[in-house]
């Protein structure tokens, strides 16, 4: 069983960074992918980025935006996103997810963590 903790979201300003983590314990965590979605009120999840392994993934609209990363450490994993020139529309929660399978489809993913807030003020 794998727990995903996220924390750094808040209220901020447009153009404003934030960076998002997620610490990730139980199990053999270091064998699954990390990723981030997010979701805004009234809206369906969506992928926004994944690492896997030393390649890396992100949804269109925030390419050249957001960078995710992954450290490693002996019994816990933290995935991390970067996020830089935000806009009104980045608003949502945010969710961390952790995926043995290749594929970040909404409906694949093993395991979910609790989301963190993230809103932008235009």
């Known amino acids: 069983q794998v727990q995903l903790v996220e924390s750094g979201g808040g209220l901020v300003q447009a153009g404003d960074s934030l960076r998002l983590s997620c610490a990730a314990s139980?199990?053999?965590?270091?064998?699954?992918?990390m990723g981030w979605f997010r979701q805004a009120p009234g809206k369906e999840r969506e992928f926004v980025a994944a690492?896997?392994?030393?390649?890396?993934?992100?949804e269109d609209s925030v390419k050249g935006r957001f960078t995710i990363s992954r450290d490693y450490s002996e019994n816990e994993n933290t995935v991390y996103l970067q996020m830089n020139s935000l806009k009104p529309e980045d608003t949502a929660t945010y969710y961390c997810?952790?995926?043995?399978?290749?594929?970040?489809?909404?409906?694949?993913?093993?395991?979910w963590g609790k989301g963190t807030l993230v809103t932008v003020s235009s």
């Open positions: 997810a952790a995926n043995q399978g290749a594929s970040f489809a909404v409906d694949t993913i093993d395991y």
């Open positions: 690492v896997k392994g030393r390649l890396t993934l992100y």
């Open positions: 139980g199990g053999r965590v270091s064998k699954y992918h």
